[in-house]
Each structure stands twice: as structure tokens, then as C-alpha cells.
């Protein structure tokens, strides 16, 4: 049931996957870098996931969709343990990423987030001038002073930033506009090289059109990098995932080719939902 | 490229290291902190304890009798002292400072907050603040210089008085049950005064019925802290009350607290001796209730509504 | 109609008692400082304090409000605010998280009287400092270590969440999140409460009676060595200082111009308390405009 449509969006995805992975010749028709077995999400009592199994595909889109309050940010937050910051938050079932299950107790959280970035739902830059924003985790990493410009710029201009701020990057990060602190956001999640870039309801706090500059942004960024992204906005799901979930009350009712979800869903509550009958 | 290098060579690079230098930086900085608490709690124990121990000692050591040295008034520094008339004095000046200080600064917050908002937030306020801070031995030199001569020339007698000490304590207090208080009133839901406004009642009547009931709690705390810092309070009263040994018949006799008394003994008093011994029951008797007004503060605080 | 006449009775009440609150505190304030500043000159801030004769002044008391205030600050910032951080980061709800909280109650609310009883017996007797500046510095540590620490745990709490989500969510420990995020965010309201704490302890007198003591060797402000008994900066020497002053003054002395070195200290003393009171806010303010780039 679980299988990705060739089409029109992802070709140009797919080519970049295979362009990145010459190596492996018997490529299985789900290439995922993360692979959720069983995942269960609690807080306290108060089951937030429940059993949700589904794979997140590398070098492409990952959306998740349902009704507030399904659970689907959870279910990102566990991804790269940020869950652990509340106290009563606790897990079952496996997140298995590169031969291992980050959900272990042995796991290193500080160094997963290196490599499974997110952005939130609120721009949240520091309120520190724009360059310092970028080079305060590299700085923490031990990097050298002579690299930072470079990837300054290079994460800046990846986040389609760079021509409009080059000239100020000692300004506060908080002079921004409300999209491009988001950007910024994404730029300083990119300054680090992560593998997966968690999106946390990007644009819900933005314009309309800094909401679409972001997005044409996660287009480009899947190039290089794997994305899962929870947003409320099923039109801004249809038009840059490739696969999409579908969460209802914490259970993962529906996984799929974002067009198939979308055009011909298989649940009664997907179509519900898509057609708008309840949110 | 690179990422897919990472991951091929090192499976276990995710799993936790002893030695790596985020957790040593973790590390470090958690034995920081957790030693500062240890402190905290370590300062507070060693405070009881020490004090526990030196006011309990004369019950023991010189055989005072707990009983005499709560309820007897003759303080002559033997074994059989009583401190009934500094504990008095104490309560006495505690209560009758609030009695001032309760009622006018509650007002003053209800003025500051309901009455003239703009005026009372940009100057009042501040102004209050700023008075909290004002030293204790200031107050009691305005006491001295100024109420002690007023009311030795209108109300007769010496002037030092219980009296003078209600005086200066209350002024003292005013500007924290103010404070406190006003910060009660402040945190009441508008939409709640918006509520009784839209039903047609005054401003009396919902001061009365609605922000004095819902800010009944903290008000009381506000109250109750004002009265532990005049409980506690020493230099300011020792200079005004007059620090007679003896129970005052009137408000305008001479008196004395605990903290008056200790802090005019102490000096005079060998280290070890009877004398000496009674002044730390007395200081034990301050921590005690300084106990007992945390407990009363947190009773009262956990029926705060808003 | 009644209903009326009783508002407007009852906002009159009001009105008066702010009326009578604020014209005491006025006149107490103005009081002092017209009183006093008629007796402070240049001399008075620069000579020595007599025992007995007329023209004392209050240099080496005012050196030494600000030594041990300098110390104390020194001891109680940095475990306060570790402290502080503490409670507002590192605390996992339970018995010990609720026996620090009730610690930090009890010494914030303890007598001052009696924190200098604490200090005489383990400070200037049981470690054998003697009344001196270090013994005052310890029994005013204790005494200020509890509103350092409130002040840090409160700003850092309203620091945004998600700052400290941005830095978590960066692969940046907590340690080092706390410090280059957290405590860098919530230092406008930490250095707020560090200046008016300052003031508190400056104006400080009942802790100090049996800690620091009352006299003052006659320091010679050019023996900077500390360990030199006249030093101003020697730790271990006994020190009065400005509000030990005022009521020593006030109770035992015997000088003839009683009345106006003990107005004039206090005008003195006054002033310095609210110059750290109106930079507190002052700082606040501007610190917290350029952290959160408007102006």
C-alpha cells in the first residue's frame, strides 16, 4: 500500500537521490533514512502517539497533516528527542536512523540535533546581530574562526537570505522581518550540516508571501537534505511534499504519495479532513 | 558526499561518550549549580541548627525554666529571667504597626491601581519601590529627631513609647504592603472588573464586592509580610522605644522587644554566661517566628485566587 | 442616590489615604535630605570621624560601606545566580527542589538581628575572623544570597522558551545553553536586582553590629598592603560602617554636633541607596531597548 507514485514534483527529487547515492544500484522503492517502528509517544498517562509506524524517505518532502492537538508535533519533536525536555514525556517503539534506535537511553541527544535539525514554529532567532546568530553553534562545535565566513554566507545564500542582508549581517537578528527570521532560522539549522531538517509549522506565524518564499525554500533545500514538516495548511502540503501522514487523535490513519492522499484517499477521515468536513 | 561518508564509518558516533566534551561541559556546569543549592540549603540548616542549639542550651545548661522565661518579666540576666515583657513588646509593636500601616496601604494600592491608574503606575510606584529600599536605621532616626519630640511635647511623657515605635515601624512597613498589594490588585483579570462594571455598579461597589474578594489572599500575605519584617525589625524600634525592662501600662510608656534587647545586651554580656545564653533563646524565639510567618504566609497564599 | 453619595465617599477614602501615605513618605524623604546635605561639605566626606569633639566626619565609614559592600557582592552574586539557575533550569519537581525553595524562604525572611547573631558565633568566633569586614561580608552573603537567587530564577524564567528550544535544537549542550543564552537574556533583570539588593545591603546596620563591629583603626589611605592593620583594604580588620554609624551616633554619642553627623550620614546614605536604585532602572531600561534591538 505504501508505495511513491512517480510524478511530476518528485521526479526532479528522485534524480537528485540518485545522483547523491550512485553507490547503491538496488535502490528499494522506499529509500528512507528514518524508519518509525511502533512509536508511541506519552505524557504522563496521556498517550500523544500511538503505534505509528511509517518510514521518513531521504532527500524528500515528509508532510504531516491532521486536526490540532493529533499529535503530529509530538511526533516531530521525538524525532530529535526535544521531547525531553518535559519531565513526564516518555516513549515506546523505535525511531531507527543510520543502524541506530534514537530513542535509546545511550543515545546522545546533543550530538543527534547536530545532525536532525529543527525550526519552529515561531521565529526564534537570538537576539544577537544576524552573523552571530549563525556562528554561535559552530563556535560551541569548536570550529575555526578562518571557516565561519564561509559558511555564513554559504548557509545564508542555501536559505535565500543572502542578497538582501549581506550588507547588515551585524544587525540584530530582530530588525527582520518576520520571514526572513525565519529563514534565518533555517539558514542557522543549515550552518550545521544536519542530514534531516525538522519543520515545525514554518509558515503558520507568516504572511502569505513570506509563507511562500519558505516554501519554495524546503523545494530547493530537498535536494540536499531529508524534510518532514507538520503543517495545519493541507494546500501547502499538497504543493511541496512527496509523501504525506495523516494523524488523527495520535493514530497514523493514512501514509502515502502525497498526490495519491491528496487525489484518491483511502480512509473516510483522510477525505474528511482533506475536503475540510472537520479540522 | 560527506554525510553519507559520516555514516557509513562510524555507526556509533550517536551513542553517548564518557569523555566527550559536551559532557564534560555539562558535566562541570551541573556541579556548579548543584553545589550553589547545596549551599543555599546548607546556610539555612546551619542557621537553625546553631541557633537551635544556643537558645536551647540555657534551658539545659542553666537549667532556666522554659515556662518562667515565656511568662515572667524579670529580666535581671539570671537563671530566673523572663522575657514575657520583651515578647510583649514585640507583638505589641508588630500588631499595632500593621494596624497603621494594613489599612492606609491598602488604600493607597486601590488608589494607585483602580482610581488614578496613569498617576499611580508612572509615580507612585516607582516612588514606593524606591522607599522600600530605604535603610532601617533611617527610619529610626526620623523617629528619634522627629516623632519622639512630637510626641513628647503633645502627648506627654518622654516620647520614647511604644507608641513612637508603632509609628516608625508602621511608616516603615507602609511602602511593602503598598507595594505587594498593589501587585495583587494588578493581577486581577480586567474582564472580572469589566464584568461588574457592565452591570451598572460603581466603582465602591466593585472595589468591595469584587477586587478585595479576589485579591483577599494576597492582600493578607502582603499584610502578614509587612508584620514579619516589623517582628524582625531591630535598630529602628531599639531607637525609639525606649528599652525600659518592664510591661508597658499604656501605649505611650516606655517598652522593649527581643530585638531591642538583644541588640543592647549583647555587647555588655560575657560569652558563656547566663546572661549571654538568654539573649540567643531570644534570638531563638525570632527564628521560631520567622517560621511560623513563612507557615502562616504559605496557608494564606494557597487559597490565592488570582 | 445613595449609591452615589457611598462612592464617592469611599473614593475620597481612598484618595486620602494615598494622600497621607504619600505626604509622610515625601516629608520623611525631604526631611532627611534637606536636614542633612545642610551639614554635608567636602570635609565631612573627606575627614576622620571624632569621639568626642565637634567636626567629625564620615570618610573611613563610607570607604567602608563600599568595601564590604564590594565583598559581599563578590561572595553572593555568583552563588546566587548559580543558585538561581538552579532553580529556574536544573530542578526536577520534588522533595529536594521544595527544600531549597523553603531554604530561600526562610533566609529571605530571617530577622537581620538575627543573621548577625549567626555571624558572631560562626563567622567572628567559631572561624575566628574577629569582627571584621570579611565576618560583616559572610553575615550580609547570607542575608542577600536569597534575593540574588529569586531574581535570577524569575528572569530566567521569562526569557522566551523558545530561545532556549532554538539553542537545545542547535546540538548546543544545556550547560552552554544556560550560559550564552538563558544568562545573557535574563542579565537586564538579574543586574536590576543585583543593584537594588545593593542598596539594601549598603543601608544594612543590625547584621553588621556583631560581624563587622563598631570602631575603625584610623586607616591610612596610602598603606594599600591588606595585610597591613591600617589598610583600607586589609579584610580582616574591624570595620563601622555608614549606618552602623548613624545608630552608633545616635545611641552612644557623645560630640556635640550628635545631631547633624547623624543627619548628614544619613543624607549620605540616602543618596547612595537611591543612586543604586535609579541606575538599577535606568540600566534595566537601556539594557533591555539594545537587547531587544527598539529604541
Same mark, same amino acid.
Given at each position: ?23 547503491? %544500484?538496488?535502490?528499494? /522503492? ?58 513526564? $514525556? ?16 545511550? +543515545? ?19 537576539? @544577537? ?5 549563525? #556562528? ?7 570550529? $575555526? ?7 555564513? /554566507? ?48 514554518? %509558515? ?49 490513519? !493514512? ?25 | 558526499?560527506?554525510? $553519507?561518508?559520516?555514516? !557509513? ?14 559532557? @564534560? ?8 549549580? =548543584? ?58 509593636? #508588630? ?33 514606593? !519601590? ?90 493578607? %500575605? ?10 524582625? /525589625? ?71 485566587? &488570582? | ?24 513618605? &515625601? ?39 563600599? =568595601? ?8 553572593? &552574586? ?54 571584621? +569586614? ?59 536586582? +543585583? ?44 570595620? /563601622? ?55
Amino acid at each position: 500500500m505504501l508505495k511513491v507514485k512517480k510524478h511530476a514534483e518528485n521526479n526532479y527529487g528522485e534524480s537528485q537521490t540518485k545522483e547523491r547515492t550512485l553507490d547503491k %544500484t538496488n535502490e528499494p /522503492e522506499f529509500n528512507s533514512l528514518l524508519d518509525l517502528r511502533n512509536l508511541s509517544v506519552y505524557y504522563g498517562d496521556h498517550q500523544a502517539v500511538k503505534n505509528v509506524s511509517m518510514p521518513i524517505e531521504k532527500n524528500k518532502v515528509t508532510a504531516f497533516i491532521g486536526p490540532s492537538g493529533c499529535g503530529k508535533s509530538t511526533l516531530l519533536r521525538t524525532i530529535n528527542r526535544m521531547n525531553d525536555q518535559i519531565p513526564i $514525556a516518555h516513549y515506546d517503539g523505535e525511531i531507527n536512523y543510520d543502524g541506530v534506535n534514537i530513542l535509546n537511553k545511550d +543515545i546522545d541527544v546533543v550530538a543527534l540535533r547536530k545532525e536532525i535539525g529543527m525550526v519552529f514554529q515561531e521565529p526564534n532567532p537570538f537576539p @544577537k546581530p544576524i552573523r552571530k546568530n549563525i #556562528t554561535h553553534a559552530l563556535k560551541f562545535m569548536g570550529m $575555526a574562526k578562518s571557516n565561519m565566513n564561509e559558511i555564513v /554566507e554559504n548557509s545564508l545564500k542555501q536559505a535565500a537570505l543572502w542578497d538582501e542582508i549581506k550588507d547588515r549581517l551585524g544587525d540584530s537578528a530582530l530588525s527582520l522581518s518576520g520571514g526572513q527570521q525565519q529563514r534565518l532560522c533555517i539558514a542557522r539549522a543549515l550552518a550545521l550540516q544536519p542530514n534531516v531538517l525538522l519543520l515545525d509549522e514554518p %509558515t503558520s506565524a507568516l504572511d502569505p508571501i513570506s509563507s511562500a518564499k519558505v516554501e519554495d525554500l524546503v523545494m530547493e533545500l530537498k535536494q540536499h537534505y531529508t524534510i518532514a514538516i507538520v503543517t495545519h495548511n493541507m494546500e501547502q502540503a499538497a504543493r511541496i511534499s512527496d509523501n504525506t501522514a495523516f494523524l488523527y487523535n495520535g493514530d497514523l490513519i !493514512e501514509f502515502g504519495n502525497t498526490s495519491d492522499l491528496f487525489t484518491n484517499p483511502k480512509e473516510q477521515r483522510t477525505e474528511d479532513y482533506i475536503s475540510g468536513k472537520f479540522s | 558526499m560527506e554525510n $553519507a561518508q559520516k555514516s !557509513e564509518t562510524n555507526n556509533h558516533r550517536l551513542l553517548k561518550k564518557n569523555g566527550s566534551s559536551s559532557k @564534560k561541559n555539562e558535566k562541570r556546569g551541573k556541579a556548579l549549580v =548543584y553545589s550553589s543549592a547545596a549551599i543555599v540549603i546548607i546556610a539555612t540548616l546551619a542557621i537553625t541548627l546553631f541557633l537551635g542549639y544556643k537558645g536551647i542550651r540555657t534551658f539545659f545548661v542553666f537549667d532556666v525554666s522554659v515556662w518562667n522565661f515565656l511568662t515572667t518579666t524579670d529580666w535581671d540576666g539570671t537563671e530566673n529571667s523572663g522575657a514575657f515583657s520583651f515578647i510583649f513588646g514585640s507583638f505589641a509593636v #508588630t500588631f499595632l504597626a500593621a494596624l497603621v500601616a494594613a489599612p492606609l496601604g491598602i488604600g493607597s494600592a486601590i488608589f494607585m491601581t483602580e482610581i488614578a491608574k496613569k498617576w499611580g503606575q508612572k509615580v507612585l510606584q516607582p516612588v514606593i !519601590e524606591i522607599l522600600v529600599g530605604i535603610p532601617s536605621v533611617v527610619y529610626g532616626l526620623i523617629g528619634v529627631t522627629v516623632i519622639v519630640p512630637l510626641l513628647r511635647d503633645n502627648v506627654g511623657g518622654l516620647g520614647f513609647s511604644l507608641l513612637a515605635g508603632m509609628i516608625v515601624v508602621g511608616v516603615m512597613i507602609l511602602p511593602t504592603i503598598t507595594s505587594i498589594s498593589a501587585d495583587a490588585i494588578k493581577a486581577i483579570p480586567q474582564d472580572i472588573k469589566d464584568a461588574s462594571y457592565g452591570l451598572g455598579a460603581t466603582r465602591w461597589q466593585t472595589i468591595y464586592k469584587v477586587i478585595i474578594p479576589a485579591a483577599l489572599p494576597s492582600l493578607m %500575605t502582603a499584610i502578614v509580610l509587612g508584620m514579619a519584617r516589623a517582628f524582625g /525589625e531591630a535598630l529602628a524600634v531599639q531607637m525609639v522605644i525606649g528599652n525600659v525592662k518592664g510591661l508597658p501600662e499604656s501605649i505611650t510608656d516606655q517598652a522593649a522587644t527581643l530585638t531591642s534587647i538583644i541588640t543592647l545586651d549583647m555587647p555588655h554580656t560575657t560569652y558563656g554566661s547566663v546572661h549571654n545564653s538568654l539573649l540567643w533563646s531570644l534570638g531563638l524565639f525570632l527564628l521560631i517566628m520567622s517560621y511560623v510567618f513563612i507557615i502562616i504566609i504559605r496557608f494564606v497564599s494557597s487559597r490565592r485566587k &488570582v | 442616590m445613595s449609591r452615589r453619595i457611598i462612592n464617592n465617599f469611599a473614593t475620597s477614602v481612598f484618595i486620602l489615604c494615598a494622600v497621607i501615605m504619600t505626604a509622610t513618605l &515625601v516629608y520623611l524623604l525631604g526631611y532627611i535630605l534637606t536636614n542633612g546635605l545642610s551639614n554635608v561639605d567636602w570635609s565631612f566626606l573627606t575627614t576622620n570621624s571624632s569621639s568626642a569633639m565637634e567636626g567629625g566626619g564620615i570618610k573611613n565609614q563610607l570607604w567602608n560601606s563600599f =568595601y564590604i559592600l564590594v565583598v559581599t557582592l563578590i561572595l553572593s &552574586v555568583p552563588l546566587g545566580v548559580l543558585g538561581g539557575i538552579y532553580l529556574a533550569e536544573y530542578a526536577r519537581p520534588g522533595k529536594l527542589t521544595n527544600v531549597i525553595r523553603t531554604s530561600v524562604e526562610v533566609l529571605s525572611s530571617l530577622p537581620s538581628i538575627v543573621v548577625g547573631m549567626f555571624g558572631l558565633l560562626v563567622f567572628v568566633q567559631y572561624a575566628g575572623l574577629g569582627y571584621s +569586614i570579611i565576618a560583616g561580608a559572610l553575615a550580609l552573603t547570607v542575608f542577600n544570597l536569597p534575593i540574588i537567587v529569586r531574581v535570577t530564577e524569575d528572569s530566567i524564567r521569562s526569557v522566551p522558551k523558545k530561545q532556549k528550544n532554538a539553542s537545545l535544537a542547535l546540538g548546543i549542550t544545556h550547560w552552554h545553553t544556560v550560559k550564552t543564552v538563558l544568562v545573557p537574556a535574563a542579565f537586564p533583570g538579574i543586574l536590576t536586582g +543585583i543593584l537594588l539588593s545593593a542598596g539594601r545591603i549598603f543601608g544594612e546596620a543590625a547584621a553588621l553590629l556583631f560581624t563587622a563591629g563598631l570602631s575603625t583603626n584610623n586607616l591610612q589611605f596610602d598603606t594599600w598592603n591588606p595585610f597591613n592593620s591600617d589598610s583600607p583594604l586589609n579584610p580582616f580588620r574591624s570595620a /563601622e560602617t555608614l549606618s552602623v554609624h548613624i545608630w552608633k551616633v545616635n545611641s552612644q554619642g557623645i560630640m556635640p554636633d550628635v545631631d547633624e553627623i547623624a543627619s548628614g550620614s544619613a543624607a549620605v546614605l540616602i543618596l547612595f541607596v537611591l543612586v543604586f536604585n535609579v541606575t538599577a532602572r535606568v540600566i534595566g531600561n537601556i539594557i533591555y531597548n539594545k537587547i531587544t534591538g527598539s529604541k
